[in-house]
């Protein structure tokens, strides 16, 4: 696609219930990584995913926290057991790392799932 | 591990104006990729300028420019000619290729233009 994808847009769901948010990155796009961005807050860091290589995952908050990228395409963000402080909005980026090329950083960004827990 | 500060939680202007917004940064590393992205009330994030740390020549984009001071670990943006589109939050981002493959943000700067 023309742009990294994100759904749904808006998520409204009740505490303990589990929430899977989709990421479809530019294609081509080997690097993904997922942001979740509190209200008035800068970006944290979630997980990364680089081609083949195991996910960094040093930023998931709890092991309610998970993520996959299947086919090094999509990704699905899945939070179980949702508490009221998980209420955010979650971006997906994606970059493109050409093999043997420095990873300059630049990242493309998707328009966020915000995600509200009552 | 890198940490980024954006000490202006909000700045307005006058449109036409110039904006300065502040962004300072701690880091070991020496090669390293500093950027500015806007968030406009859309949610997303745009890039708006990036510099290299081993470019002495500031970067410019077009009405953007920054002011790069490696010594002093300051990466600050300047808006020239400030227009209402330019009404958005603006993060300060650091990356090290050398280290953990990822964008660390400031807090960032809501930045109002008014007319």
């Known amino acids: 696609g023309a742009g990294v994808s994100q759904s749904p847009s808006n998520k409204v769901t009740e505490k303990g219930k589990d929430v899977e948010l989709r990421c479809d990155p530019i294609?081509?796009?080997?690097?993904l990584y997922w942001y979740r961005q509190s209200l008035g807050q800068g970006l944290e860091f979630l997980i990364y995913f680089q081609g083949n290589s195991a996910p960094d995952k040093s930023g998931l908050p709890s092991d309610r926290f998970s993520a996959e990228r299947t086919g090094g395409s999509v990704s699905t963000l899945t939070i179980q057991r949702t508490q009221q402080e998980d209420s955010a909005v979650y971006l997906c980026?994606?970059?493109?790392?050409?093999?043997?090329?420095?990873?300059?950083?630049?990242?493309?960004f998707g328009e966020g799932s915000r995600l509200t827990v009552l | 591990a890198q940490t980024v500060t954006q000490s202006q939680p909000e700045m307005s202007v006058q449109e036409a104006e110039t904006v300065t917004l502040s962004c300072t940064y701690d880091?070991?590393?020496?090669?390293?990729?500093l950027f500015w992205y806007k968030q406009p009330p859309s949610r997303q994030m745009i890039l708006v300028i990036r510099?290299?740390?081993?470019?002495?020549q500031n970067a410019t984009e077009n009405r953007f420019s920054v002011n790069f001071q490696k010594a002093a670990k300051s990466f600050s943006l300047k808006i020239s000619d400030s227009q209402l589109g330019d009404t958005a939050m603006y993060f300060c981002?650091?990356?090290?290729?050398?280290?953990?493959?990822?964008?660390?943000f400031g807090s960032g700067t809501q930045l109002t233009v008014l007319p």
């Open positions: 980026a994606s970059s493109l790392l050409l093999a043997g090329a420095a990873n300059t950083g630049e990242l493309f």
């Open positions: 880091t070991s590393e020496n090669n390293y990729y």
């Open positions: 294609s081509g796009h080997t690097a």
């Open positions: 510099q290299e740390a081993y470019k002495q």
């Open positions: 981002a650091f990356f090290s290729s050398g280290s953990a493959r990822q964008l660390t």
